[in-house]
């Protein structure tokens, strides 16, 4: 089953803005029911905002509010009618002019979001330089002032699948995994510990002659 693309940030709104129930609104996200939970009582994704699923398309409000009529029914994500922009084999992706605007605004929600993203992906996704990324990325950039990060599939920059491809690959070359970090206190190898040697007690004295 497919799911939106910013799970947690979707998860995040419908909690505060939907009376679906917890366990659908994990299903739908592809999170567990406890995390959705724990995000209801503010212990997870604390000060995140909000990203509505109508606006990016991943479902429809009519949609939304027949689930809300039934604890059982189960969210489907929409269709997206919206052409897509097709991967070309060799190159830079080409990118309308209209569209070159909103470059920078992309480029700024890529690293944001996705930091493990290398710049010749970033270039590759949505037909932009490495120069560019790095004037955004140190604020150098002529016009930094005026830069919002926003989704480059909202833009209609890429589409979601070479966006959650490319993820997929950097992660993998990585090795980031959403996995609890290691206590620092706790030893790092199976190695019996080593204790002080116990103290030799004196040897008795010999009685005096």
């Known amino acids: 089953m497919a799911h939106p693309l910013m799970p947690k940030a979707t998860a995040v709104w419908l909690v505060d803005n939907t009376t679906l129930t917890f366990k659908q609104i994990a299903d739908f996200c592809g999170l567990h029911e406890l995390e959705v939970q724990a995000i209801a009582d503010g212990d997870v994704a604390i000060g995140m905002q909000g990203t509505d699923p109508i606006k990016t398309g991943a479902v429809t409000a009519e949609e939304l509010a027949r689930c809300e009529q039934s604890v059982d029914a189960v969210i489907q994500m929409a269709k997206v009618n919206i052409p897509q922009p097709k991967a070309r084999q060799k190159g830079a992706r080409y990118t309308p002019v209209s569209k070159r605007g909103d470059r920078p605004n992309a480029i700024a929600w890529l690293l944001k979001s996705y930091p493990e993203l290398s710049d010749a992906q970033v270039s590759k996704l949505i037909g932009t330089t490495k120069p560019t990324i790095n004037a955004i990325r140190d604020r ?12 480059p599939v909202s833009l209609g920059l890429c589409s979601s699948v070479d966006l959650e491809k490319l993820v997929a690959v950097a992660r993998a070359r990585t090795g980031t995994v959403h996995a609890p970090k290691a206590v620092a206190d706790e030893p790092t190898s199976d190695a019996p510990i080593s204790m002080p040697p116990a103290a030799t007690p004196p040897a008795p004295e010999s009685p005096s002659e």
């Open 140 to 151: 150098s950039h002529w016009n930094s002032t005026n830069i919002k990060p926003e989704n």
